[in-house]
């Protein structure tokens, strides 16, 4: 949940982006790991931290990383990145979104409005990855659309 708050804040972006990239280096608690991207995804989004893609890239196509590190990278690189989504990207949510991974997600916050019933991370990523944005129920088809900028709100 910290790292959803900072995620939200308005204020001294940078520092809080340099803490979270801190923090996901040393951290080994898978959900905290996933919750870590997806703040400095949302960070960088609302803040246009240029370099952000291409860190989430990096750890989505990196084989050695956790899958709940590589999944939570896409979903972040998915919110950042317009355009078409690379078959490799398809290829590592292939492999890496399993029934054990969708319960780690389930308390992520990013993915909390969507965990009715169970099936956060497989909605999620429904939305994400859906060609048609007049299907799409989150606007903008991005994960955070709806964020304010407050911890309070809803993260998508």
Known sequence: MAAYALAAASGRAGEISAA????????????VRASLV???????????????AAFTRALWSDPARPAEVRVGAALGWLCLVEGPVPRDLRAVLDACVTPE??????SVP?????????????????????PDPFRRSVADGRLWAGAEGCADDPPF
Do not use: K, N
Not at 21 to 30: K, L, N, Q, T
Not at 38 to 49: K, P, V, W, Y
Not at 110 to 130: I, Q, V
């Open 38 to 52: 997806l703040a400095i995804a949302q960070s960088a989004r609302e803040h246009r931290h240029e370099d952000a």
């Open 110 to 130: 990013w993915l909390g409005l969507f965990d009715h019933d169970g099936a956060g991370l497989a909605h999620t990523l429904r939305e994400l990855l859906d």
């Open 20 to 31: 979270l990239h801190d923090r996901f280096r040393i951290e080994d608690h898978a959900r």
């Open 101 to 106: 991974l969708d319960r780690v997600m389930a």
